[in-house]
Nanobody, 115 residues
């Protein structure tokens, strides 16, 4: 059974940076895409970024310069770096992977940006 486990969330101040991690239970190159979504409080889940098996990235956020997705094949881990955090980045961040028309999700990690 595929498992994805996120970590790295927390309470941070505006303007700071955060790096989220997602450990996948199998080779991340088995997936067509791995990436991140987020669900702000009281809102629908929204797509943040994904990276495909070839390394091509696609961003769903408008200010994509603050978001960086990366991966470590040896560790089966996908990362999301968020810089210059804003209060509107407050959300539960979910890691996902898709293959063979199925999507697999982590349990989410809470990021709260507040002074």
């Amino acid at each position: 059974q595929v498992q994805l486990v996120e970590s790295g969330g927390g309470l941070v101040q505006p303007g700071s940076s955060l790096k989220l991690s997602c450990v996948v239970s199998e080779n991340i190159f088995n997936f067509n895409n791995v990436g991140w979504h987020r669900r702000p409080p009281g809102k629908e889940r929204e797509f943040v970024v994904r990276i495909n098996v070839g390394g091509v990235t696609h961003y769903g956020v408008s200010d994509k310069d603050r978001f960086t997705i990366s991966r470590d094949h040896a560790k089966n881990t996908v990362y999301l770096q968020i810089d210059s955090l804003k209060p509107e980045d407050t959300a539960v961040y979910y890691c996902y992977g898709n293959k063979l028309s199925r999507y697999y999700w982590g349990q989410g990690t809470q990021v709260t940006v507040s002074s």
